[in-house]
């Protein structure tokens, strides 16, 4: 079983949120008998590259229109290489995906995992939406990737036919952090602290944080980088939020050491973009407990309010502020959110788990 993955984006130039799900499900799989493939696009020459047992096949990226990567050899590369495969799996959203396509042809199987609905590009998606109809009616297979966006998402509901939920899992990493980077970082942000790890992003309320960070003082780490890494610097300090650490990019191994320290890990989105919260399913496996917003999507899956964590209102540091004060206060509640997140991971948000779903999904499809 050979299935082709289609995304505008995978390593190396970006491991966050769907690339790592793809390389989830590409690793995850290959013991069960698929053989997968990534076609994403990238500015660095095409050609193939292997990358844990997969090839990554990139077309040239020509342009980005409205955040939309285009590539004008991405239909003939999608058709050259269908040809090689069983299935063609495409992680929506992606427009440039859509009209490739349409013109490929390929006539293969496909599924589709949606992961989004589009929210930034609002007032292009009138001109969007005919191809992204005509796109999402043409799959064999459409995925959500938990119940709570299939039911809150207007597209999902209008497409009158059945979609599937598999959720978004990741396996454990092989043991804890090493003794000398998690004293590192005890030593560089305390012994106790509120962690948001990610890309900095329009759509991640870090705003919102940086306002609980004052009403409370209590101390807040930020972990990454992205398009709003300066504005937000600018705003602690005209505000003097002085609590608040910026630490930049972190490996995977200081990342470890960061979810074993922190009091919680907070992500504040305030959009629908923020569809998941991949980085939510990391803090689960450490049991490291969450602080989330009720935004309709898949966030409040995988943080369930007082059972792994809080959920508040989005948009409302006040909220935000009650909620870390309350695990601040409360250590005992803290170990009870983190051993609860540790059980639902391993009952619902694995990597093989994930893996297999999609096997049997595959070989459902394959055999008509």
Request: hydrophobic content about 45%.
């Amino acid at each position: 079983m050979r299935v082709l993955h289609i995304f505008k984006t995978y390593p190396p130039d970006n491991f966050t949120g769907i690339p790592r799900v793809i390389h989830a499900i590409a690793t995850g799989a290959a013991p069960l008998g698929v053989v997968s493939s990534v076609l994403t696009v990238s500015r660095r020459p095409p050609g193939t590259e292997s990358l844990d047992g997969h090839n990554v096949h990139s077309a040239r990226l020509d342009f980005d229109f409205g955040s939309t990567p285009i590539s004008f050899s991405l239909p003939r590369r999608l058709r050259e290489l269908a040809a090689g495969h069983d299935i063609v799996h495409y992680h929506f959203p992606w427009p440039m995906a859509d009209l490739a396509h349409l013109l490929a042809r390929h006539g293969k199987p496909c599924v589709l995992t949606y992961h989004s609905d589009v929210v930034r590009q609002r007032l292009l998606l009138p001109l969007y939406r005919p191809l992204m109809n005509r796109h999402l009616g043409a799959m064999d297979r459409i995925v959500a990737t938990s119940p709570d966006y299939l039911a809150s998402s207007p597209v999902l509901g209008a497409l009158g036919r059945d979609v599937e939920v598999i959720p978004i899992g990741l396996d454990a990493p092989a043991g804890r952090s090493d003794p000398a980077t998690a004293a590192y970082w005890r030593e560089r942000c305390g012994e106790r602290f509120f962690l948001f790890l990610g890309v900095l992003r329009y759509y991640k309320g870090l705003s919102f944080l940086l306002e609980a960070a004052r009403l409370t003082g209590l101390p807040v780490v930020i972990a990454g980088s992205g398009p709003e890494e300066g504005r937000l610097a600018r705003l602690a300090a005209e505000h003097a939020i002085a609590n608040v650490r910026f630490v930049g990019q972190v490996s995977e191994a200081d990342k470890a050491a960061l979810f074993e320290t922190a009091t919680a890990l907070v992500l504040p989105s305030h959009l629908r973009s923020e569809a998941y919260g991949v980085v939510l399913v990391e803090a689960a496996m450490a049991g490291t407990p969450m602080i989330t917003t009720a935004i309709g999507t898949g966030t409040s899956f995988v943080n369930v309010d007082g059972e792994t964590g809080l959920v508040v209102p989005p948009a409302d540091p006040a909220s935000l502020a009650t909620a870390m004060r309350r695990l601040w206060d409360d250590p005992a509640l803290v170990r009870r959110f983190g051993d609860a997140a540790i059980r639902r991971h391993s009952r619902l948000l694995t990597g093989a788990a994930m893996a297999k779903r999609y096997a049997a999904l595959y070989r459902s499809l394959a055999s008509g």
